[in-house]
């Protein structure tokens, strides 16, 4: 059974940064592809980055590029995502994910908030 929790959310003043962390259990690391969702109220979940199960590919949203950098630790089976340049719009719930060779995201966290005010 994969387990995926989510930390380091918060409230944080416009321009500022959050790193969020997602510690995964019960499955091998390296073998998911990994991601970040949000979703803000009144919308869809979105995408936000993430990355192949080697590791070697990674992928953003256009809004995030260039703000926010996913990475992992495979020592300590966590997926983290350094979000800097926040703006008011990241305003959301965030929510880490994992998937298989199926390609469908079916493991979530249980997500953490981030608020950014202007």
């Not at 260039?66 to 350094?82: C, E, H, M, P």
Request: one cysteine or more; charged letters at 20%.
């Amino acid at each position: 059974q994969v387990q995926l929790v989510e930390s380091g959310g918060g409230l944080v003043q416009a321009g500022g940064s959050l790193r969020l962390s997602c510690a995964a259990s019960g499955h091998t690391f390296n073998t998911y592809d990994m991601g970040w969702f949000r979703q803000a109220p009144g919308k869809e979940r979105e995408f936000v980055a993430g990355f192949s199960a080697s590791g070697d590919t990674t992928y953003y949203a256009d809004s995030v590029k260039g703000r926010f950098t996913i990475s992992r630790d495979n020592a300590k089976n966590t997926v983290y995502l350094q979000m800097n340049s926040l703006k008011p719009e990241d305003t959301a719930v965030y929510y880490c994910a994992a998937r298989a060779t199926d390609l469908v995201y079916r493991y979530w966290g249980q997500g953490t908030q981030v608020t950014v005010s202007s």
